[in-house]
């Protein structure tokens, strides 16, 4: 097979095992023929492209060394994972990635031996490995833990809990450290290679452990001078100072593209007695796809696209996406009041803080990987007189939940919290849908807890959030674009605890929080052909609950239903508290709660989700009539039998 080079060697691996069978001089062709069909699954498929691209390589040295799936192998995140699943049994269902019934975007434990760890948050990934490794330790038995953990995961400080501990593992521990965007290594190349031969070799590493041995029985000051000036010579070097006070060996830094370069650093790392071990590989988004190289966000994530050119496939024209709305809100209230900053988690495009980091430079700051910093950061500036909205996804924040509670809700500071990609968000599925949030937080003293209906309501919970100044506060909004609404010349600031009945009926009572109220809307009219006159409200408020309207509303129909995006414990449980509070559930009162169900739902369009979890309008009438024991055939007009 070696003299033919032009012979396709992507077909003839299935696995790891049949890689591992090919000549080395071989890998450079399967690289190649890997980031080509990279591309053209994500081209069909849209996705995360340009750190695919960039670890393709190593992938595949990491495969051809290690003995996966008996060492195991975890990425961090699992944006870089793509050409990973194409190496191991999954290449005939690549184009189904992000897909109902399809590929999860991210290493999924439950979709394959070659995904250990499910990762799809990032910066978790050492930890992880370290709990891999420390466990054959226990048990006695073979395999190494690769951890593959990108520079921007770095910003995390779980990624350094995590190295703090890792001596624990020894040399069962191997991190590799993809730096790709920080440019925190010096220049590589032919030298940076040697020295990283050089001192993950054997030869070095015995030669290194004889001499602090020999050296331990002469004297120990002069042994820890030894090691000392060993370390600052080698970082010198080297780099990977910081690295090596956190007890790893550092390796490094080395051309991650060159394979020649990164499989006998490998094999040293691989057969090492000594450990743990950091090697440090700079590789290149977007790397060997033109149109991703020469992107500023390197086609971190794309539509589907065409391959030949790079152009991505537009969307329709149509309303504005929440996110985009929120944004231009937020910069309007920056314009008129100096003490609105904004924080963000890594995410200023996804969040739509670039807007705000343009035009107000010194009040928009973007921490990193680093949720639990930003609340607690953005308490302090709350503290100190400042109105910081701190965005984040729904998922993201969970990461920083005992900030919440602790910085920000017991001190009751007025933090504002604008919630991006709350409910169920396609095709990322259950690692990122936004299911929890007002849970989490409705359970919270001095928190008030929004959700927008439509783009208008957006606008006005933003200025209302920019003047709550009695406590911290939330809105929430989904991901991908409104509902065509037109919007409002000026914001209104809302009453806290105040719903809206958009429409009125005598008989059934829908409560809606959020934007399911369109399809509270379509169910009314669907009732009302049956003859059951239906009243449908826009809550706004999960926290304060109107009380007021929902009393009214619960006496004065036969049936109310609450519809909200989100988990058991959300609005439909705090209705349900305040109908027994007020003593309302003795009266044969037909109250149903609709909400996400108890599972944590696969990626799917959005709209195939929420009829899969029965939030749509006719799973709202057929609890309405349930509820009723409605019979259809018994008389003209809707009787209830």
Request: with cysteine.
């Amino acid at each position: 097979m070696a003299d033919l080079p032009n012979t396709p060697l992507l077909d003839s691996v299935e696995t790891p095992k049949d890689l591992r069978k090919l000549d080395p001089k071989q890998l450079r062709q399967l690289a190649d023929e890997l980031r080509a069909e990279t591309i053209s699954a994500v081209g069909t498929t849209g996705g995360h492209l340009g750190s695919g691209l960039g670890v393709v390589e190593l992938t595949v040295a990491i495969h051809y060394v290690f003995d996966t799936p008996a060492d195991k192998l975890i990425w961090d995140v699992g944006h870089q994972c793509y050409p990973h699943k194409i190496l191991t049994g999954r290449r005939s269902r690549i184009r189904t990635l992000r897909q109902g019934g399809g590929l999860s975007g991210f290493t999924k434990r439950s979709e394959s031996e070659y995904d250990p760890f499910g990762a799809a948050h990032s910066s978790t990934s050492i930890s992880a490995a370290l709990g891999f490794a420390v466990a054959n330790k226990i048990a006695g038995q073979p395999g190494k833990a690769i951890a593959v953990i990108g520079d921007g995961a770095m910003s995390a400080g779980m990624a350094y809990e995590a190295m703090n501990n890792a001596e624990l593992a020894g040399n069962r521990l191997i991190v590799i450290l993809n730096d790709n965007d920080m440019s925190i290594a010096p220049p590589v190349g032919g030298l940076s290679a040697y020295l990283a031969r050089t001192v993950s070799s054997s030869n070095y590493l015995g030669l290194r452990n004889f001499a602090k041995r020999a050296i331990r029985r002469i004297s120990r000051r002069v042994h820890d001078a030894a090691q000392k000036a060993e370390e600052y010579a080698r970082g010198m070097a080297t780099g990977g100072t910081l690295f090596e006070e956190l007890g790893f060996y550092y390796v490094g830094p080395i051309d991650g593209h060159n394979l020649e370069h990164l499989i006998p650093v490998l094999e040293n790392v691989r057969d090492s007695e000594h450990g743990p071990i950091l090697v440090h590989v700079v590789t290149k988004k977007g790397k060997g796809y033109a149109p991703a190289e020469a992107a500023a966000d390197k086609y971190h994530g794309v539509q589907k696209f065409d391959v030949i050119t790079g152009a991505q496939a537009k969307a329709p024209p149509g309303p504005p996406s929440y996110t985009n709305v929120f944004a231009q809100a937020l910069l309007a209230e920056a314009e008129r009041d100096p003490t609105v900053c904004a924080i963000t988690a890594a995410m200023p495009s996804g969040t739509g803080l670039d807007k705000f980091q343009q035009l107000f430079p010194d009040r928009c700051f973007d921490v990193g990987i680093a949720e639990q910093h930003a609340v607690t950061f953005a308490a302090g500036l709350a503290a100190q007189g400042m109105r910081p909205f701190c965005a984040i996804y729904s998922t993201f924040l969970q990461r920083a939940y005992d900030q919440v509670v602790h910085d920000v809700a017991i001190q009751n500071l007025p933090v504002r919290f604008a919630i991006d990609r709350a409910g169920l968000v396609g095709a990322d599925g259950a690692t990122h849908a936004g299911s929890f949030d007002v849970t989490y937080l409705a359970s919270l003293p001095n928190f008030v807890v929004m959700a927008a209906a439509d783009e208008a309501e957006l606008v006005h919970m933003t200025h209302t959030a920019a003047l709550h100044d009695s406590g911290p506060i939330a809105l929430r909004y989904p991901r991908g674009n409104g509902t065509g609404v037109e919007l409002p010349a000026a914001p209104q600031r809302l009453e806290i605890g105040k719903g809206r009945v958009v429409r009125e009926g005598k008989t059934v009572a829908i409560l809606s929080l959020g934007t399911r109220l369109g399809e509270a809307l379509k169910a009314a009219e669907a009732l009302d052909a049956r003859g059951l006159s239906t009243t449908v409200v826009d809550l706004r408020f999960a926290k304060p609950l109107d009380e007021a309207l929902i009393r009214r509303l619960l006496t004065s129909h036969e049936v109310a239903v609450t519809i909200e995006e989100g988990a058991i414990g959300g609005l439909g449980a705090h209705v349900l508290t305040l109908a027994s509070d007020l003593g309302l559930t003795d009266s044969g009162l037909k109250l149903r709660t609709m909400r996400l169900p108890d599972v944590f739902q696969d990626q799917d369009k959005p709209e195939k989700q929420y009829d899969e979890a029965g939030l749509n309008a006719q799973h709202i009438v057929d609890t309405v009539l349930k509820a009723l024991r409605y019979n259809e055939s018994v008389v003209e007009g809707g009787a209830r039998a």
